[in-house]
């Protein structure tokens, strides 16, 4: 069983930019796919951005593409979240997640999810 530990979130300004840490601890094997998701108050929990398990490639949806880049460090078993230029309705709770899969982009999948960090912009 995995755990995955989320960490940096916070209160910024629009423009401002933040970064987001997850450490993957437990057993999980040594392919698995990584995963940001974010969760705002009355909407469901969507992906903003993936990689595969040896960070060949990565996915973000149109809302943030350009903005957030992911990346990992397969050494330290940590996923990062660099994101930049934030805007007010990137407010949410986001969540780590790992898939016991070289690469996936379907929620569904993704079996191990962290406590979730809260992400604040003010306008």
């Known amino acids: 069983q995995a755990q995955l530990v989320e960490s940096g979130g916070g209160f910024v300004q629009a423009g401002d930019s933040l970064s987001l840490s997850c450490v993957v601890s437990?057993?999980?094997?040594?392919?698995?796919?990584l995963g940001w998701f974010r969760e705002a108050p009355g909407k469901e929990r969507g992906l903003v951005a993936a990689?595969?398990?040896?960070?060949?490639?990565?996915f973000y949806p149109d809302s943030v593409k350009g903005r957030f880049t992911i990346s990992r460090d397969n050494a330290k078993r940590t996923v990062y979240l660099q994101m930049t230029s934030l805007r007010p309705e990137d407010t949410a709770v986001y969540y780590c997640?790992?898939?016991?899969?070289?690469?996936?982009?379907?929620?569904?999948?993704?079996?191990?999810w962290g406590q979730g960090t809260q992400v604040t912009v003010s306008s």
């Open positions: 990689i595969a398990w040896n960070g060949s490639k990565a």
């Open positions: 997640a790992a898939a016991p899969l070289s690469w996936t982009i379907r929620k569904i999948d993704y079996r191990y």
């Open positions: 437990g057993g999980i094997g040594r392919i698995y796919a």
